[in-house]
């Protein structure tokens, strides 16, 4: 499709031009949280009038976004109006962390997902289907190679989890995404994996859009992010399982308390959420991609619909449920996210940064290392307790450097 047609659903729907268009129905983000550092990091920015509020180019913005309407495209590979328009959009600023970041290890191919296994870090790269398992002194070893990963575009090997002796792994493969697992053997520099098997397959694949992150839950269950693999209708189609947050058993069934008899949708209306996390009190987080416009942070209901493709960001209309916080693209582009302490930590590609979210206050937010490390895919957090960060500047669309792309430790404190 091109990306300046006019997607039917836009045209028939008056709510979303609306959204998009407005100023925003709640009070723009702003940017900065509570706390000590916050505070410098806020003087500073005051001090160099980088402080982020709507601004009338933001607007201005939204505003020819009608004009171009809600089309199907990519999100950050190869895709022209999401890396032409940040000139449009706030500038990037610098946070001035009070520490700085230290590098566990570099020279990955674009990592998309960092786990544990025991104390083994484990990475997924998206494009070479390498599974690898990182060692103390920063070496990495290879467990595996993932088989039928077709990477182009958005897909490849993407989401890893661990759980009761298998290593988990959402694949795009030639004609769809599938979640497979592998048995575990041994530990440390010993850990190898048995044969495959498939949890969940049949998840619509496209060369965007494809989700990719799984979890479980507190619940064990495991929890699954699928993108609507750029055919947007899906994501309202409960019968699909593209533009949808899954839940199933560690064996792939449905579970009996599952919200739609039956299925696996948990929620659905979703575009391409790539971040999940569950606070201690239970409360699911997720991060996802809008389209030209707003990319969310939202809560995840069970049977919830989040709206997409007939509203985008927060619309308030009662028959969807907003996000509790949105964000511009281009300061964004939301994919890994975990939880650590009091505050939720999202990866942000296109924003080239690391957000901080108080769970006490989740409509505000802090921009951490802004384009100081690129484009960063995932975050979590260590057995120890320790903020991960993955860098993602090998995956095409970045500008690595001869280290790239690194895993860092990233000071919360
Ligand atoms: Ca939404």
Redesign the pocket.
């Known amino acids: 499709m091109d990306a300046h047609s006019v997607h039917p659903t836009c045209l028939a729907d008056p709510d979303r031009p609306r959204c998009q268009a407005g100023p925003p129905s709640h009070p723009f983000p702003v940017e900065v949280g509570g706390g000590r550092r916050t505070r410098q990091i806020l003087m500073k920015e005051r001090k160099t009038g980088m402080v982020k509020r709507a601004s009338f180019t933001a607007v201005a913005l939204a505003f020819a976004l009608i004009l171009t309407g809600c089309t199907s495209r990519p999100d950050e590979a190869g895709e022209p109006a999401r890396q032409a328009s940040p000139a449009a959009s706030e500038p990037v600023t610098a946070s001035e962390p009070v520490t700085k970041p230290k590098v566990v290890t570099s020279g990955l191919e674009a990592p998309w997902s960092i786990i544990f296994h025991g104390d083994t870090p484990l990475v997924s790269e998206r494009d070479s289907g390498r599974i690898l398992a990182l060692h103390d002194d920063g070496t990495t070893s290879e467990i595996t190679t993932v088989d039928d990963v077709r990477a182009a575009g958005e897909g490849g090997l993407l989401g890893l989890a661990d759980h009761d002796g298998y290593l988990y792994a959402y694949v795009t493969a030639a004609s769809e995404n599938r979640i497979i697992r592998y048995p575990l053997q041994g530990d440390g520099a010993q850990l190898a994996v048995g044969r495959a098997e498939t949890v969940l397959d049949g998840i619509p694949a496209g060369t965007y859009h494809n989700g990719g992150r799984i979890a479980f839950g507190p619940d064990g269950m495991l929890y699954a992010t699928t993108g609507d693999n750029q055919n947007s209708d899906n994501a309202q189609d409960r019968a699909s399982l593209a533009g949808k947050i899954l839940r199933m058993t560690p064996e792939g069934d449905v579970p009996g308390d599952n919200p739609f008899d039956g299925s696996h949708v948990y929620s659905y ?3 391409n959420p790539q971040g999940i996390a569950w606070a201690a009190d239970g409360t699911m987080y997720a991060t ?1 991609f809008g389209q030209d416009t707003w990319d ?1 942070l ?1 809560i995840i209901k069970p049977g919830g619909n ?3 493709p007939i ?3 927060i619309c308030k209309n009662r028959q ?1 449920i907003d ?1 509790v916080q949105q964000w511009r693209p281009a300061e964004a582009s939301p994919s890994g996210m975990t939880i650590l302490g009091d505050d939720i930590w999202v990866a942000n590609l296109r924003g080239q940064s690391i957000r901080q979210i108080p769970l006490s206050a989740p409509s505000t937010s802090t921009r951490h290392y802004v384009g100081q490390y690129g484009r960063i895919s995932d975050v979590v957090v260590t057995p120890k307790g320790k903020l991960w960060a993955a860098t993602s500047n090998t995956d095409g669309t970045g500008r690595p450097n001869q280290d790239d792309d690194r895993i860092l430790t990233i000071p919360t404190e």
Do not use: A, F, K, Q
């Open positions: 209306g979703h575009r996802e969310e939202n989040y709206g997409w509203v985008e960001g969807y996000p």
